[in-house]
């Protein structure tokens, strides 16, 4: 079975399925200690790391694909995960490894380690009181709850593709380019076609399949973790319809997913679904092939 190239980031479905695990582990406990090993995951300077030791957890939620861990006294611990950072957790402290390891949060109820794999350091945490949770708000629309017109509004904020407007987190929350695959091949539309060229009834349809996939995932990533922690967090599974199955057969059609590449970003989808049979033109494939680049099903 073929995989993304890279791991995808998590979204909305693995973010909740942290969060459901640490508020079983760590709402109630004291924060003891915050061991910091990487210079550039603190992007705050006041308040300080050790202002928060010695302070009772009050909640745990999500902003956007940011974990936030609410402490007593107005305090929050704010951590993005990017493309590679992710959680463990101990019954124990344990140290921080020297490779990968970013920070550890001891707490009176076990110890959260933060790590990320690559070179590249992107994950991030900021130290906050309420009056600065808003500036690490990206401001999307959270669609549990919302109404199809809001989620209209939030849609055609700004002219982009639907991949691009589904993913954009000012405007729509949680959504990355795993979901947002997922939730086009459920509407059966294509990731290139364009926002404002929708009828109501697709945006009806649109708004109904984003919900569907993203509560389906999101109770799926929580039930699979059981009692746990979650191991092996990314927004991709062998089930998915699209997501990462380039060559594989349409579970719906039989069609074989294509894919579309633009740098490290790869979007899946079905022609026989989602392009009336049309194949997408890559970039980079499309360009060096030319005319002999497939342009339907059937010449692919």
Request: proline content about 6%.
């Amino acid at each position: 079975m073929l995989r993304p190239r890279c791991h995808p980031v998590p979204e909305l479905p693995e973010i909740e399925a942290y969060l459901s695990a640490l508020e079983a582990r760590i709402v109630g406990a004291t924060l003891y200690r915050v061991r910091i090993v990487s210079f550039s995951l603190l992007r705050t300077v006041d308040p300080a790391a050790e202002s928060t030791e010695g302070r009772e957890v009050t909640g745990v939620h999500r902003i956007g694909k940011r974990v936030a861990i609410d402490l007593d006294n107005d305090l929050h611990l704010v951590i993005h995960l990017m493309v590679a950072g992710r959680f463990k957790w101990f019954e124990e402290p344990k140290p921080v490894p020297k490779r990968g390891g970013l920070a550890a949060f001891d707490f009176s109820t076990g110890s959260l380690l933060l790590t990320e794999a690559g070179t590249k350091r992107r994950a991030s945490l900021s130290i906050v009181t309420d009056a600065g949770m808003t500036d690490l708000d990206p401001g999307g629309l959270e669609l549990a709850g919302a109404t199809v017109e809001e989620f209209r509004n939030a849609l055609l904020t700004e002219r982009h593709t639907l991949k691009r407007a589904l993913t954009d987190a000012r405007y729509l929350s949680g959504i990355g380019g795993a979901f947002a695959d997922e939730i086009l091949h459920s509407a059966r539309l294509s990731p290139t076609q364009m926002n404002t060229n929708l009828s109501d009834v697709e945006i009806a349809t649109l708004f109904d399949a984003a919900r569907s996939i993203l509560d389906t995932w999101t109770s799926r990533r929580i039930e699979e973790t059981g009692e746990g922690f979650p191991e092996k967090v990314t927004a991709f599974h062998p089930d998915m319809a699209v997501h990462g199955k380039f060559g594989e057969p349409c579970p719906q059609c039989g069609v074989p997913i294509q894919k579309i590449e633009a740098g490290a970003r790869e979007t899946n989808y079905c022609p026989g679904c989602q392009t009336s049979g049309r194949i997408l033109a890559d970039r980079s494939l499309s360009r060096l092939l030319k005319d002999d680049w497939p342009k339907t099903v059937e010449e692919l």
